[in-house]
Protein backbone atom coordinates (compact mmCIF):
# COMPACT_ATOMS: atom_id res chain seq x y z
CA UNK A 1 0.00 0.00 0.00
CA UNK A 2 1.25 3.35 -0.80
CA UNK A 3 1.88 5.49 2.97
CA UNK A 4 -0.55 8.30 2.10
CA UNK A 5 -0.22 9.63 5.38
CA UNK A 6 3.01 11.18 4.52
CA UNK A 7 1.54 13.08 2.09
CA UNK A 8 0.04 15.39 4.92
CA UNK A 9 3.74 15.33 6.69
CA UNK A 10 5.29 18.58 7.60
CA UNK A 11 8.61 19.09 5.60
CA UNK A 12 11.76 18.94 7.67
CA UNK A 13 10.19 15.52 9.36
CA UNK A 14 13.46 14.04 7.60
CA UNK A 15 13.60 10.72 9.35
CA UNK A 16 9.80 9.52 9.06
CA UNK A 17 10.46 11.17 5.36
CA UNK A 18 13.54 9.12 4.62
CA UNK A 19 11.90 6.00 5.81
CA UNK A 20 8.27 6.35 4.00
CA UNK A 21 10.47 7.16 0.98
CA UNK A 22 12.22 4.00 1.62
CA UNK A 23 9.26 2.02 1.65
CA UNK A 24 7.76 3.40 -1.31
CA UNK A 25 10.58 2.67 -3.28
CA UNK A 26 10.64 -0.79 -2.02
CA UNK A 27 7.34 -1.30 -2.37
CA UNK A 28 7.39 -0.02 -6.17
CA UNK A 29 10.25 -1.59 -7.06
CA UNK A 30 8.33 -4.94 -6.02
CA UNK A 31 5.68 -4.29 -8.65
CA UNK A 32 7.54 -2.61 -11.25
CA UNK A 33 10.18 -5.40 -11.67
CA UNK A 34 8.11 -8.66 -12.40
CA UNK A 35 5.98 -6.86 -15.05
CA UNK A 36 9.09 -4.95 -16.26
CA UNK A 37 11.22 -7.81 -16.91
CA UNK A 38 8.18 -9.99 -18.00
CA UNK A 39 7.40 -7.44 -20.58
CA UNK A 40 11.03 -7.07 -21.83
CA UNK A 41 10.91 -10.88 -22.09
CA UNK A 42 7.77 -10.70 -23.99
CA UNK A 43 9.16 -8.17 -26.68
CA UNK A 44 12.20 -10.58 -26.95
CA UNK A 45 9.95 -13.11 -27.72
CA UNK A 46 8.12 -11.66 -30.27
CA UNK A 47 10.65 -10.10 -32.33
CA UNK A 48 12.53 -13.18 -32.49
CA UNK A 49 9.45 -15.32 -33.60
CA UNK A 50 6.92 -12.89 -34.86
CA UNK A 51 4.25 -14.55 -32.98
CA UNK A 52 1.08 -12.26 -32.46
CA UNK A 53 0.61 -13.98 -29.20
CA UNK A 54 4.05 -12.43 -27.96
CA UNK A 55 3.20 -9.04 -29.32
CA UNK A 56 -0.63 -9.62 -27.43
CA UNK A 57 1.43 -10.36 -24.27
CA UNK A 58 3.56 -7.42 -24.98
CA UNK A 59 1.43 -4.97 -25.29
CA UNK A 60 -0.81 -6.03 -22.22
CA UNK A 61 1.84 -6.03 -20.33
CA UNK A 62 2.88 -2.37 -21.33
CA UNK A 63 -0.07 -1.23 -20.44
CA UNK A 64 0.34 -3.00 -16.69
CA UNK A 65 3.29 -0.49 -16.34
CA UNK A 66 1.41 2.23 -17.35
CA UNK A 67 -1.20 2.00 -14.95
CA UNK A 68 1.57 1.54 -12.32
CA UNK A 69 3.15 5.14 -13.26
CA UNK A 70 -0.42 6.78 -14.01
CA UNK A 71 -1.72 6.16 -10.81
CA UNK A 72 -2.09 9.97 -9.55
CA UNK A 73 -1.80 9.26 -5.51
CA UNK A 74 1.74 7.65 -6.06
CA UNK A 75 2.67 10.82 -8.13
CA UNK A 76 1.55 13.38 -5.45
CA UNK A 77 3.50 11.29 -3.13
CA UNK A 78 6.62 11.39 -5.36
CA UNK A 79 6.39 14.84 -6.21
CA UNK A 80 6.17 16.11 -2.40
CA UNK A 81 9.03 14.18 -1.48
CA UNK A 82 11.10 15.67 -4.07
CA UNK A 83 9.56 18.96 -3.44
CA UNK A 84 10.15 19.01 0.08
CA UNK A 85 10.93 15.37 1.25
CA UNK A 86 14.10 17.31 2.89
CA UNK A 87 16.15 13.40 1.93
CA UNK A 88 19.95 13.79 2.85
CA UNK A 89 20.23 10.86 1.30
CA UNK A 90 21.72 11.32 -2.44
CA UNK A 91 20.99 8.16 -3.61
CA UNK A 92 17.54 7.82 -2.22
CA UNK A 93 17.11 11.21 -3.47
CA UNK A 94 18.22 10.10 -6.42
CA UNK A 95 15.76 7.49 -7.13
CA UNK A 96 12.91 9.80 -5.96
CA UNK A 97 14.08 12.21 -8.73
CA UNK A 98 13.75 9.07 -11.45
CA UNK A 99 10.42 8.21 -10.35
CA UNK A 100 9.40 11.11 -10.60
CA UNK A 101 10.10 11.35 -14.16
CA UNK A 102 8.76 8.28 -15.07
CA UNK A 103 5.47 9.15 -13.32
CA UNK A 104 5.59 12.64 -14.75
CA UNK A 105 4.54 12.02 -18.58
CA UNK A 106 2.23 9.29 -17.62
CA UNK A 107 0.07 12.44 -15.88
CA UNK A 108 -1.73 13.45 -18.65
CA UNK A 109 -5.42 13.08 -18.01
CA UNK A 110 -6.54 9.63 -19.17
CA UNK A 111 -8.96 10.54 -21.56
CA UNK A 112 -6.66 13.27 -23.64
CA UNK A 113 -4.29 10.12 -23.05
CA UNK A 114 -6.26 7.71 -25.05
CA UNK A 115 -6.82 10.30 -27.84
CA UNK A 116 -3.50 10.93 -28.47
CA UNK A 117 -2.42 7.04 -28.39
CA UNK A 118 -5.48 6.50 -30.88
CA UNK A 119 -4.61 9.64 -32.97
CA UNK A 120 -0.97 8.83 -33.15
CA UNK A 121 -1.52 5.25 -34.04
CA UNK A 122 -3.76 6.07 -36.94
CA UNK A 123 -1.05 8.62 -38.75
CA UNK A 124 1.42 5.78 -37.96
CA UNK A 125 -0.45 3.73 -39.95
CA UNK A 126 -1.07 6.34 -42.90
CA UNK A 127 2.54 6.47 -43.00
CA UNK A 128 3.00 2.59 -43.23
CA UNK A 129 -0.31 2.48 -45.67
CA UNK A 130 0.27 5.63 -48.06
CA UNK A 131 2.02 5.60 -51.01
CA UNK A 132 3.16 8.63 -53.34
CA UNK A 133 2.59 8.39 -57.16
CA UNK A 134 4.03 9.65 -60.00
CA UNK A 135 2.36 9.98 -62.99
CA UNK A 136 0.25 6.92 -62.28
CA UNK A 137 2.70 5.06 -60.94
CA UNK A 138 2.38 3.84 -57.08
CA UNK A 139 6.03 4.33 -55.57
CA UNK A 140 7.50 2.60 -52.38
CA UNK A 141 10.11 4.18 -50.09
CA UNK A 142 12.70 1.72 -51.65
CA UNK A 143 11.83 2.51 -55.14
CA UNK A 144 12.56 6.46 -54.53
CA UNK A 145 15.05 6.19 -52.71
CA UNK A 146 16.67 3.92 -55.76
CA UNK A 147 15.46 6.58 -58.44
CA UNK A 148 17.22 9.60 -56.09
CA UNK A 149 20.62 7.18 -55.76
CA UNK A 150 20.92 6.55 -59.63
CA UNK A 151 18.39 8.31 -61.77
CA UNK A 152 20.05 10.54 -64.57
CA UNK A 153 16.84 12.56 -65.64
CA UNK A 154 15.52 15.23 -63.60
CA UNK A 155 12.30 15.09 -64.80
CA UNK A 156 12.00 11.61 -63.23
CA UNK A 157 13.78 12.59 -59.93
CA UNK A 158 11.79 15.40 -59.61
CA UNK A 159 8.47 13.42 -59.89
CA UNK A 160 10.22 11.20 -57.29
CA UNK A 161 11.34 13.71 -54.54
CA UNK A 162 7.62 15.38 -54.76
CA UNK A 163 5.82 11.47 -54.50
CA UNK A 164 8.02 11.34 -51.37
CA UNK A 165 5.86 14.86 -49.85
CA UNK A 166 2.85 13.57 -50.59
CA UNK A 167 2.61 11.72 -47.34
CA UNK A 168 3.46 14.80 -45.85
CA UNK A 169 0.11 16.49 -47.64
CA UNK A 170 -1.75 13.33 -46.32
CA UNK A 171 -0.75 13.16 -42.80
CA UNK A 172 -0.13 16.98 -41.68
CA UNK A 173 -4.35 18.28 -40.54
CA UNK A 174 -3.83 14.80 -38.07
CA UNK A 175 -0.27 15.51 -37.09
CA UNK A 176 -1.46 19.02 -36.24
CA UNK A 177 -3.80 17.84 -34.38
CA UNK A 178 -1.82 15.49 -32.67
CA UNK A 179 0.59 18.45 -31.97
CA UNK A 180 -2.22 20.29 -29.96
CA UNK A 181 -3.86 17.61 -28.06
CA UNK A 182 -0.10 16.68 -26.88
CA UNK A 183 0.56 20.74 -26.16
CA UNK A 184 -3.12 20.24 -24.32
CA UNK A 185 -1.99 17.62 -21.84
CA UNK A 186 1.54 18.94 -21.83
CA UNK A 187 -0.24 22.51 -20.44
CA UNK A 188 -2.49 20.73 -18.01
CA UNK A 189 0.74 19.51 -16.39
CA UNK A 190 2.13 22.85 -15.82
CA UNK A 191 3.98 22.81 -18.82
CA UNK A 192 4.75 25.33 -21.61
CA UNK A 193 4.18 22.89 -24.02
CA UNK A 194 4.90 18.93 -25.56
CA UNK A 195 8.72 19.98 -26.57
CA UNK A 196 9.20 21.37 -22.68
CA UNK A 197 7.44 18.48 -21.01
CA UNK A 198 9.22 15.89 -23.00
CA UNK A 199 12.52 17.33 -22.35
CA UNK A 200 12.17 17.79 -19.03
CA UNK A 201 11.09 14.20 -18.48
CA UNK A 202 14.59 13.28 -20.41
CA UNK A 203 16.15 15.75 -18.06
CA UNK A 204 16.55 17.91 -20.73
CA UNK A 205 16.84 21.85 -20.53
CA UNK A 206 16.03 24.25 -23.79
CA UNK A 207 18.76 26.82 -23.12
CA UNK A 208 21.34 23.76 -22.22
CA UNK A 209 20.23 22.07 -25.68
CA UNK A 210 20.44 25.08 -27.49
CA UNK A 211 23.52 26.00 -26.66
CA UNK A 212 25.21 22.96 -27.93
CA UNK A 213 23.24 23.07 -31.07
CA UNK A 214 24.61 26.67 -31.39
CA UNK A 215 28.32 25.56 -30.68
CA UNK A 216 27.74 22.87 -33.55
CA UNK A 217 26.07 25.22 -35.74
CA UNK A 218 29.09 27.87 -35.41
CA UNK A 219 31.97 25.13 -35.75
CA UNK A 220 30.45 23.56 -38.88
CA UNK A 221 29.29 26.30 -41.04
CA UNK A 222 32.09 27.34 -42.83
CA UNK A 223 32.81 24.09 -43.62
CA UNK A 224 29.82 22.66 -44.27
CA UNK A 225 29.09 25.26 -46.72
CA UNK A 226 32.51 24.66 -48.26
CA UNK A 227 31.66 21.21 -48.86
CA UNK A 228 28.55 21.88 -49.94
CA UNK A 229 29.87 23.58 -52.96
CA UNK A 230 31.66 21.29 -53.79
CA UNK A 231 29.15 18.46 -53.59
CA UNK A 232 26.83 21.36 -55.96
CA UNK A 233 29.05 21.65 -58.63
CA UNK A 234 29.47 17.68 -58.54
CA UNK A 235 26.31 17.26 -58.94
CA UNK A 236 25.77 20.05 -61.36
CA UNK A 237 28.03 18.78 -63.97
CA UNK A 238 26.44 14.99 -63.06
CA UNK A 239 23.01 16.97 -64.13
CA UNK A 240 24.46 19.28 -67.06
CA UNK A 241 23.04 22.01 -65.10
CA UNK A 242 24.11 25.04 -63.62
CA UNK A 243 25.07 25.45 -59.57
CA UNK A 244 21.74 27.68 -59.35
CA UNK A 245 19.39 25.52 -61.21
CA UNK A 246 19.94 22.43 -58.46
CA UNK A 247 16.69 21.57 -56.71
CA UNK A 248 15.91 19.65 -53.69
CA UNK A 249 15.59 16.45 -55.91
CA UNK A 250 19.39 16.92 -57.26
CA UNK A 251 20.40 15.19 -54.03
CA UNK A 252 20.78 11.61 -52.67
CA UNK A 253 17.79 11.57 -50.51
CA UNK A 254 13.79 13.06 -49.91
CA UNK A 255 15.93 15.34 -46.92
CA UNK A 256 19.36 15.52 -47.77
CA UNK A 257 20.19 13.77 -44.49
CA UNK A 258 22.67 11.18 -45.62
CA UNK A 259 26.06 11.41 -47.69
CA UNK A 260 26.17 10.85 -51.09
CA UNK A 261 27.95 7.65 -52.59
CA UNK A 262 31.33 7.97 -52.80
CA UNK A 263 32.24 5.85 -56.15
CA UNK A 264 35.60 4.40 -54.32
CA UNK A 265 34.14 3.17 -50.41
CA UNK A 266 33.54 -0.67 -50.91
CA UNK A 267 34.18 -1.57 -47.69
CA UNK A 268 31.95 -4.82 -47.32
CA UNK A 269 34.86 -6.14 -49.07
CA UNK A 270 36.82 -6.35 -46.51
CA UNK A 271 34.08 -8.25 -43.81
CA UNK A 272 33.26 -10.91 -46.92
CA UNK A 273 34.74 -14.46 -45.50
CA UNK A 274 34.75 -12.93 -41.53
CA UNK A 275 33.02 -14.07 -38.72
CA UNK A 276 31.55 -10.48 -37.86
CA UNK A 277 30.19 -12.11 -34.65
CA UNK A 278 34.04 -13.49 -33.63
CA UNK A 279 35.54 -10.60 -34.16
CA UNK A 280 33.30 -8.41 -31.93
CA UNK A 281 34.03 -10.89 -29.44
CA UNK A 282 37.46 -11.15 -29.83
CA UNK A 283 37.73 -6.86 -29.90
CA UNK A 284 35.34 -6.75 -26.86
CA UNK A 285 37.60 -9.56 -24.78
CA UNK A 286 40.68 -7.79 -25.88
CA UNK A 287 39.56 -4.60 -24.58
CA UNK A 288 38.29 -6.24 -21.20
CA UNK A 289 34.84 -6.26 -21.61
CA UNK A 290 34.10 -9.48 -22.54
CA UNK A 291 30.62 -10.06 -24.18
CA UNK A 292 30.34 -14.13 -24.07
CA UNK A 293 27.65 -13.76 -21.79
CA UNK A 294 26.04 -11.47 -23.92
CA UNK A 295 26.17 -13.78 -26.74
CA UNK A 296 24.84 -16.69 -25.43
CA UNK A 297 22.07 -15.28 -25.26
CA UNK A 298 21.47 -13.17 -28.01
CA UNK A 299 20.02 -14.14 -31.81
CA UNK A 300 22.11 -12.69 -34.47
CA UNK A 301 21.32 -14.45 -37.48
CA UNK A 302 18.30 -14.17 -40.02
CA UNK A 303 15.73 -16.38 -39.86
CA UNK A 304 11.93 -16.36 -41.25
CA UNK A 305 9.80 -14.61 -39.21
CA UNK A 306 12.42 -12.99 -37.02
CA UNK A 307 13.05 -8.97 -36.85
CA UNK A 308 14.77 -7.87 -39.51
CA UNK A 309 16.65 -5.13 -37.75
CA UNK A 310 18.75 -5.16 -34.76
CA UNK A 311 18.63 -4.27 -30.73
CA UNK A 312 19.75 -4.81 -27.69
CA UNK A 313 18.16 -5.21 -24.26
CA UNK A 314 18.53 -5.27 -20.57
CA UNK A 315 15.66 -8.04 -19.56
CA UNK A 316 16.67 -7.92 -15.86
CA UNK A 317 18.99 -5.24 -15.06
CA UNK A 318 20.57 -8.48 -13.34
CA UNK A 319 22.73 -9.16 -16.09
CA UNK A 320 20.67 -11.00 -18.48
CA UNK A 321 21.40 -8.61 -21.67
CA UNK A 322 20.60 -10.03 -25.06
CA UNK A 323 21.23 -8.94 -28.81
CA UNK A 324 19.35 -9.40 -31.94
CA UNK A 325 20.92 -8.88 -35.08
CA UNK A 326 20.53 -10.37 -38.44
CA UNK A 327 24.36 -10.86 -38.97
CA UNK A 328 25.76 -10.83 -42.51
CA UNK A 329 29.53 -10.76 -43.50
CA UNK A 330 29.10 -6.89 -44.31
CA UNK A 331 30.70 -3.54 -43.20
CA UNK A 332 27.00 -2.36 -42.03
CA UNK A 333 26.86 -5.59 -39.81
CA UNK A 334 30.27 -5.42 -38.18
CA UNK A 335 29.01 -1.61 -37.22
CA UNK A 336 25.88 -2.34 -36.00
CA UNK A 337 26.94 -5.83 -34.01
CA UNK A 338 29.41 -3.35 -32.77
CA UNK A 339 27.05 -0.52 -31.97
CA UNK A 340 24.54 -3.27 -30.27
CA UNK A 341 27.33 -4.84 -27.98
CA UNK A 342 28.40 -1.25 -27.18
CA UNK A 343 24.44 -0.96 -25.89
CA UNK A 344 25.32 -4.45 -24.25
CA UNK A 345 28.56 -3.60 -22.45
CA UNK A 346 27.22 -0.34 -20.87
CA UNK A 347 24.24 -2.46 -19.58
CA UNK A 348 26.29 -5.37 -18.56
CA UNK A 349 28.62 -3.45 -16.77
CA UNK A 350 26.49 -1.33 -14.74
CA UNK A 351 27.56 -1.31 -10.88
CA UNK A 352 24.87 -4.47 -10.07
CA UNK A 353 24.88 -3.41 -6.26
CA UNK A 354 23.22 -0.10 -7.34
CA UNK A 355 19.45 0.17 -6.15
CA UNK A 356 17.17 -1.45 -8.87
CA UNK A 357 15.62 2.44 -9.80
CA UNK A 358 19.45 3.43 -10.96
CA UNK A 359 20.54 0.37 -12.47
CA UNK A 360 20.08 1.67 -16.02
CA UNK A 361 22.01 4.31 -18.59
CA UNK A 362 22.07 7.48 -17.63
CA UNK A 363 20.27 9.00 -20.77
CA UNK A 364 19.03 7.46 -23.72
CA UNK A 365 21.52 9.27 -25.56
CA UNK A 366 24.55 8.20 -23.14
CA UNK A 367 24.55 4.82 -24.46
CA UNK A 368 23.79 5.38 -27.81
CA UNK A 369 27.14 7.48 -27.50
CA UNK A 370 29.10 4.21 -26.50
CA UNK A 371 26.93 2.31 -29.24
CA UNK A 372 28.19 5.10 -31.40
CA UNK A 373 32.02 4.77 -30.21
CA UNK A 374 32.53 1.06 -30.99
CA UNK A 375 30.20 1.41 -34.27
CA UNK A 376 32.65 4.05 -36.24
CA UNK A 377 35.28 1.16 -35.15
CA UNK A 378 34.29 -0.77 -38.30
CA UNK A 379 35.67 1.38 -40.64
CA UNK A 380 38.55 2.84 -38.87
CA UNK A 381 42.06 1.81 -40.75
CA UNK A 382 43.94 1.13 -37.53
CA UNK A 383 41.10 -1.04 -36.46
CA UNK A 384 40.83 -2.76 -39.77
CA UNK A 385 44.37 -3.16 -40.22
CA UNK A 386 45.12 -4.90 -37.08
CA UNK A 387 41.42 -7.11 -36.27
CA UNK A 388 41.49 -8.22 -40.16
CA UNK A 389 45.27 -8.54 -40.73
CA UNK A 390 45.66 -6.29 -43.63
CA UNK A 391 48.33 -5.09 -44.69
CA UNK A 392 49.96 -1.70 -44.04
CA UNK A 393 49.53 -0.50 -47.69
CA UNK A 394 45.64 -1.54 -47.99
CA UNK A 395 45.09 0.24 -44.29
CA UNK A 396 46.90 3.77 -45.91
CA UNK A 397 44.30 3.28 -48.73
CA UNK A 398 41.35 3.06 -46.53
CA UNK A 399 42.40 5.92 -44.58
CA UNK A 400 42.32 8.41 -47.50
CA UNK A 401 38.87 7.07 -48.70
CA UNK A 402 36.89 6.40 -44.96
CA UNK A 403 38.01 9.82 -43.52
CA UNK A 404 36.21 11.74 -46.59
CA UNK A 405 33.48 9.49 -45.96
CA UNK A 406 33.02 10.14 -41.92
CA UNK A 407 33.53 13.72 -42.25
CA UNK A 408 30.93 14.04 -45.73
CA UNK A 409 28.41 11.70 -43.60
CA UNK A 410 28.82 13.49 -40.14
CA UNK A 411 28.50 16.91 -41.05
CA UNK A 412 25.22 16.14 -43.53
CA UNK A 413 23.57 14.24 -40.72
CA UNK A 414 24.78 17.16 -38.11
CA UNK A 415 22.96 20.25 -39.94
CA UNK A 416 20.26 18.23 -41.17
CA UNK A 417 19.72 17.41 -37.26
CA UNK A 418 19.56 21.16 -36.53
CA UNK A 419 16.11 21.64 -38.85
CA UNK A 420 14.58 19.01 -37.05
CA UNK A 421 15.21 20.44 -33.72
CA UNK A 422 14.39 23.57 -34.89
CA UNK A 423 11.52 22.89 -36.47
CA UNK A 424 10.38 20.69 -34.17
CA UNK A 425 10.66 23.69 -31.26
CA UNK A 426 8.97 26.15 -33.03
CA UNK A 427 6.16 23.47 -33.76
CA UNK A 428 5.20 22.85 -30.53
CA UNK A 429 5.81 26.38 -29.35
CA UNK A 430 3.36 27.98 -31.63
CA UNK A 431 1.43 25.24 -34.55
CA UNK A 432 -0.52 28.31 -35.99
CA UNK A 433 2.53 29.62 -37.50
CA UNK A 434 3.42 29.52 -40.99
CA UNK A 435 4.63 25.82 -40.52
CA UNK A 436 5.38 25.56 -44.63
CA UNK A 437 7.34 29.01 -44.48
CA UNK A 438 9.49 27.96 -41.56
CA UNK A 439 10.35 24.59 -43.03
CA UNK A 440 11.99 25.64 -45.99
CA UNK A 441 13.53 28.63 -44.19
CA UNK A 442 15.50 26.12 -41.41
CA UNK A 443 16.32 24.14 -44.52
CA UNK A 444 18.02 27.03 -46.24
CA UNK A 445 19.82 28.71 -43.25
CA UNK A 446 21.09 25.11 -42.29
CA UNK A 447 21.24 22.79 -45.11
CA UNK A 448 21.86 25.06 -47.69
CA UNK A 449 18.90 23.78 -49.96
CA UNK A 450 16.81 25.80 -51.36
CA UNK A 451 12.40 25.99 -51.77
CA UNK A 452 11.32 24.93 -54.91
CA UNK A 453 9.88 28.71 -56.57
CA UNK A 454 6.13 28.86 -55.29
CA UNK A 455 5.96 25.95 -53.26
CA UNK A 456 3.57 26.03 -50.03
CA UNK A 457 3.38 22.74 -48.93
CA UNK A 458 3.58 20.51 -45.36
CA UNK A 459 6.64 19.03 -46.48
CA UNK A 460 7.45 19.21 -43.06
CA UNK A 461 5.16 16.31 -42.58
CA UNK A 462 7.07 13.84 -44.65
CA UNK A 463 9.35 13.03 -41.96
CA UNK A 464 7.90 10.32 -40.01
CA UNK A 465 9.84 11.03 -36.31
CA UNK A 466 7.60 13.90 -35.53
CA UNK A 467 5.00 11.02 -35.30
CA UNK A 468 6.57 8.31 -34.07
CA UNK A 469 9.30 9.84 -31.94
CA UNK A 470 8.00 12.91 -30.70
CA UNK A 471 10.78 15.36 -29.63
CA UNK A 472 13.48 12.93 -29.77
CA UNK A 473 15.45 13.87 -32.60
CA UNK A 474 18.48 16.09 -30.79
CA UNK A 475 19.20 13.15 -28.54
CA UNK A 476 20.77 11.78 -31.97
CA UNK A 477 23.14 14.24 -32.13
CA UNK A 478 23.97 14.69 -28.65
CA UNK A 479 25.16 11.09 -28.96
CA UNK A 480 27.53 11.78 -31.71
CA UNK A 481 28.54 14.32 -29.68
CA UNK A 482 29.42 12.70 -26.87
CA UNK A 483 30.98 9.44 -28.50
CA UNK A 484 33.57 11.99 -29.58
CA UNK A 485 33.64 13.87 -26.55
CA UNK A 486 34.80 10.17 -24.80
CA UNK A 487 36.95 9.27 -27.31
CA UNK A 488 39.36 12.97 -27.11
CA UNK A 489 39.51 11.84 -23.15
CA UNK A 490 40.16 8.42 -23.69
CA UNK A 491 42.95 9.36 -26.10
CA UNK A 492 44.05 12.35 -23.58
CA UNK A 493 44.33 10.26 -20.45
CA UNK A 494 44.92 6.42 -21.29
CA UNK A 495 46.12 5.65 -24.66
CA UNK A 496 49.90 6.22 -25.89
CA UNK A 497 51.49 9.38 -27.07
CA UNK A 498 50.27 10.26 -30.48
CA UNK A 499 47.66 7.15 -30.19
CA UNK A 500 45.31 10.07 -31.61
CA UNK A 501 44.23 10.01 -34.85
CA UNK A 502 45.15 6.37 -35.35
CA UNK A 503 42.92 5.33 -31.91
CA UNK A 504 41.98 1.79 -32.96
CA UNK A 505 41.50 0.37 -29.00
CA UNK A 506 42.49 -3.21 -30.19
CA UNK A 507 44.06 -4.64 -27.08
CA UNK A 508 43.29 -1.63 -25.09
CA UNK A 509 42.61 -3.23 -21.33
CA UNK A 510 42.79 0.42 -20.13
CA UNK A 511 40.67 2.13 -22.44
CA UNK A 512 37.66 -0.85 -21.21
CA UNK A 513 38.43 -0.14 -17.97
CA UNK A 514 38.05 3.61 -18.24
CA UNK A 515 35.12 3.43 -19.74
CA UNK A 516 33.45 0.88 -17.11
CA UNK A 517 34.49 3.44 -14.21
CA UNK A 518 33.72 6.26 -15.30
CA UNK A 519 30.72 5.70 -17.41
CA UNK A 520 28.69 2.54 -16.88
CA UNK A 521 29.28 1.66 -13.08
CA UNK A 522 27.47 4.70 -12.24
CA UNK A 523 24.09 3.48 -14.19
CA UNK A 524 21.86 6.30 -13.75
CA UNK A 525 23.14 7.97 -10.20
CA UNK A 526 23.81 11.02 -11.67
CA UNK A 527 22.17 13.08 -14.08
CA UNK A 528 23.42 12.68 -17.32
CA UNK A 529 25.23 16.22 -17.97
CA UNK A 530 26.65 15.31 -14.49
CA UNK A 531 28.25 11.72 -15.52
CA UNK A 532 29.38 13.63 -18.72
CA UNK A 533 31.54 16.04 -16.29
CA UNK A 534 32.80 13.71 -14.08
CA UNK A 535 33.35 11.05 -16.74
CA UNK A 536 35.43 14.00 -18.90
CA UNK A 537 36.22 16.73 -16.89
CA UNK A 538 33.71 19.35 -18.66
CA UNK A 539 29.95 19.34 -20.22
CA UNK A 540 29.14 18.23 -22.85
CA UNK A 541 30.24 20.26 -25.98
CA UNK A 542 30.48 19.81 -29.38
CA UNK A 543 34.33 20.58 -29.80
CA UNK A 544 35.11 17.32 -29.84
CA UNK A 545 32.89 16.12 -32.67
CA UNK A 546 33.74 18.83 -34.53
CA UNK A 547 37.68 18.12 -34.35
CA UNK A 548 37.23 14.67 -34.89
CA UNK A 549 35.37 14.94 -37.92
CA UNK A 550 34.99 18.92 -39.32
CA UNK A 551 38.60 20.17 -39.51
ZN1 LIG B 1 21.67 2.19 -30.73
Redesign the pocket.
Known amino acids: MIPLCCALLLPGCNGHNTRAARRFIDEHVARIAPVAQAANLAYWEAATSGEAKAYDRYAELELQKRRIYSNPEEYAFIKKMKEQGGLKDPVLAREIELLYLSYLPNQMEPELLREITSLSAEVEKQFSTFRGTAGKKRLTGNDIEAILKTEKRTAVRREAWLASKQVGAAVAPDLLRLVRLRNKAAQKLGFRNYHALSLAAGEQDQKELDKIFEELYDLTNAPFFALKQQLDAELAQRFHIRIEELQPWHYQDPFFQESPMLQDVDLDGYYAGKDVKQLAARFYQGIGLPIDSVLIRSDLYEREGKNPHAFCTDIDRAGDVRILCNLTESERWMETML?EAG?GVYSYYLDRSLPWLLRQEAHAFTT?AI?NFFGRLSRNPWWMEQMLGLPPEQRLKLEQVSGTYARLKQLIFSRWAMVMYEFEKELYADPDQDLNALWWTLVEKYQGIKKPAGRDEPDWAAKIHFTIAPCYYHNYVLGELLASQLHASLVKSVLPEGGGKSASYVGSVQAGAWLRSRVFAAGALYPWDEMIKRATGEPLTARYFVAQFVN
Open positions: HHEA
